[in-house]
């Protein structure tokens, strides 16, 4: 520029300069307007003005001589690149412009510098991120632990623990945390039979009330149709509830079989036959909750058997045919003969106490493999926390140098 100036002075052709400006405007610039203010030594100044847009050069109307600096001088002393704005400080030669060169050089350097060394932290993060999960088998979110920011912190407020990476091995590792085993439900072995009460009702010889006995056998063998019949009966029809023809002696007939169905014998009977219909259904019901209980002891075994559990406490829910078959034959013996005095043995009783006991039992153990495990999962997250946290303090110490030199 300075150059052009001096041939413009020396000529006053001002082609070569209005190209220089041209070829120098920049695009982003909102004015047209490039103005170049001379200063003098004298204190006198002149102005030089390009407008873009007319692409015309308005020169000063009286010419001064300009001083100019040789090519070796100027290369000596200003280097190859000038960074400067010239909108506010104008245009400076000499040796400032040498000084912020080199100044920018280094900044250059230093910002190169920090980027690698960035760059470095972050590798730094990655690879303490990937010992975590190495260490833990975890997906545990610790970016709030192993993170830039913390590594470059003047102070670490964790610590280093070597001993956290055996501790959690011991621990076994999962893909995820065991769910709470289901524990068995004792409702569904429930016989809802009193033992007692029965045993002293087989026991009792009980007669049925005085009738024929055709129509004993009758009554007995079609207890419930009898029942039904006197439900809906309609003494003052005297009609038969079911066939609704006339009966002629029906309230004599009505009046005993009312007596017999409410009688001592008859009540009994049907205590014996809703214990009987109770028993059989018990060996469905039994088979039916064994599968649950077999589902359960599957789920249970594995679970053990990964943290070293004890269960061999455990006992199997097994269905004791004889006694069912025995204790049924008995009350059905009874059923059919009320006035005998039959013995209910004490079989069904060990039976059905060991069950229920056996169902403690286990439920006890799954008890403990869900504290356990429940246990555990606290553990393990706890320790897992811990070890992110001395991974971190491990990464901070190691990056030292590089910290203090960002």
Same mark, same amino acid.
């Given at each position: 520029l300075v150059s052009l100036l001096k041939r413009l002075s020396d000529r006053n052709k001002p082609e070569d300069l209005q190209s220089f400006l041209r070829n120098h405007y920049s695009k982003e610039s909102e004015n047209k307007d490039i103005e170049i203010v001379l200063i003098f030594e004298n204190g006198t100044s002149q102005k030089i003005t390009y407008n873009l847009s007319t692409d015309r050069i308005i020169l000063p109307t009286i010419q001064l001589p300009f001083k100019v600096f040789n090519e070796e001088y100027t290369d000596k002393t200003i280097g190859e690149i000038i960074d400067i704005d010239i909108s506010e400080d104008g245009l400076v030669i000499g040796e400032k412009n040498k000084e912020l060169e080199g100044l920018i050089k280094k900044r250059e350097g230093l910002t190169k510098s920090i980027e690698n060394r960035m760059k470095l932290a972050e590798e730094v993060v990655q690879k303490a991120s990937a010992d975590f999960s190495n260490y833990t088998s975890s997906q545990q979110d610790i970016s709030s632990v192993i993170s830039v920011e913390n590594l470059l912190k003047k102070e670490c407020e964790y610590a280093e623990d070597n001993a956290l990476i055996e501790k959690r091995k011991k621990l076994g590792f999962s893909k995820k945390d065991d769910s709470a085993i289901k524990k068995i439900d004792k409702n569904s072995f429930d016989l809802s039979i009193n033992i007692g009460e029965l045993r002293s009702l087989c026991h009792t010889s009980i007669l049925p009330p005085v009738i024929s006995k055709e129509m004993e056998v009758l009554i007995k063998n079609y207890t419930e149709f009898f029942q039904t019949g006197l439900a809906i009966y309609e003494a003052d029809t005297k009609n038969c509830p079911f066939c609704r023809r006339v009966w002629t002696d029906s309230d004599e007939l009505v009046s005993k079989y009312r007596t017999f169905l409410q009688s001592t014998f008859a009540k009994s009977r049907k205590i014996i036959k809703s214990q009987i219909d109770t028993l059989e259904a018990f060996k469905k019901k039994y088979t039916d909750s064994i599968i649950n209980v077999n589902m359960i002891c599957a789920a249970l075994v594995p679970a053990a058997e990964k943290y070293s559990i004890d269960i061999s406490?455990?006992? !199997?829910?097994?269905? *004791?045919?004889?006694?069912? %078959? !025995?204790?049924?034959? @008995?009350?059905?013996?009874?059923? *059919?003969?009320? *006035?005998?005095?039959?013995?209910?043995?004490?079989?069904?009783?060990?039976?059905?106490?060991?069950?229920? *006991?056996?169902?403690? @039992?286990?439920?006890?153990?799954?008890?403990?493999?869900?504290?356990? %495990?429940?246990?555990? @999962?606290? @553990? %393990?997250?706890?320790?897992?926390?811990?070890?992110?946290?001395?991974?971190?303090?491990?990464?901070?110490?190691?990056?030292?140098?590089?910290?203090?030199n960002i």
């Amino acid at each position: 520029l300075v150059s052009l100036l001096k041939r413009l002075s020396d000529r006053n052709k001002p082609e070569d300069l209005q190209s220089f400006l041209r070829n120098h405007y920049s695009k982003e610039s909102e004015n047209k307007d490039i103005e170049i203010v001379l200063i003098f030594e004298n204190g006198t100044s002149q102005k030089i003005t390009y407008n873009l847009s007319t692409d015309r050069i308005i020169l000063p109307t009286i010419q001064l001589p300009f001083k100019v600096f040789n090519e070796e001088y100027t290369d000596k002393t200003i280097g190859e690149i000038i960074d400067i704005d010239i909108s506010e400080d104008g245009l400076v030669i000499g040796e400032k412009n040498k000084e912020l060169e080199g100044l920018i050089k280094k900044r250059e350097g230093l910002t190169k510098s920090i980027e690698n060394r960035m760059k470095l932290a972050e590798e730094v993060v990655q690879k303490a991120s990937a010992d975590f999960s190495n260490y833990t088998s975890s997906q545990q979110d610790i970016s709030s632990v192993i993170s830039v920011e913390n590594l470059l912190k003047k102070e670490c407020e964790y610590a280093e623990d070597n001993a956290l990476i055996e501790k959690r091995k011991k621990l076994g590792f999962s893909k995820k945390d065991d769910s709470a085993i289901k524990k068995i439900d004792k409702n569904s072995f429930d016989l809802s039979i009193n033992i007692g009460e029965l045993r002293s009702l087989c026991h009792t010889s009980i007669l049925p009330p005085v009738i024929s006995k055709e129509m004993e056998v009758l009554i007995k063998n079609y207890t419930e149709f009898f029942q039904t019949g006197l439900a809906i009966y309609e003494a003052d029809t005297k009609n038969c509830p079911f066939c609704r023809r006339v009966w002629t002696d029906s309230d004599e007939l009505v009046s005993k079989y009312r007596t017999f169905l409410q009688s001592t014998f008859a009540k009994s009977r049907k205590i014996i036959k809703s214990q009987i219909d109770t028993l059989e259904a018990f060996k469905k019901k039994y088979t039916d909750s064994i599968i649950n209980v077999n589902m359960i002891c599957a789920a249970l075994v594995p679970a053990a058997e990964k943290y070293s559990i004890d269960i061999s406490g455990w006992s !199997e829910l097994i269905f *004791d045919e004889d006694v069912y %078959v !025995e204790a049924l034959a @008995t009350l059905k013996d009874k059923y *059919d003969h009320m *006035d005998k005095e039959i013995e209910l043995k004490e079989s069904l009783d060990r039976f059905l106490t060991k069950m229920l *006991d056996d169902i403690d @039992t286990n439920n006890r153990i799954i008890d403990s493999v869900n504290d356990y %495990v429940a246990k555990r @999962t606290g @553990t %393990v997250r706890s320790i897992n926390s811990s070890i992110a946290q001395h991974l971190c303090k491990q990464a901070w110490s190691g990056f030292s140098v590089n910290r203090n030199n960002i």
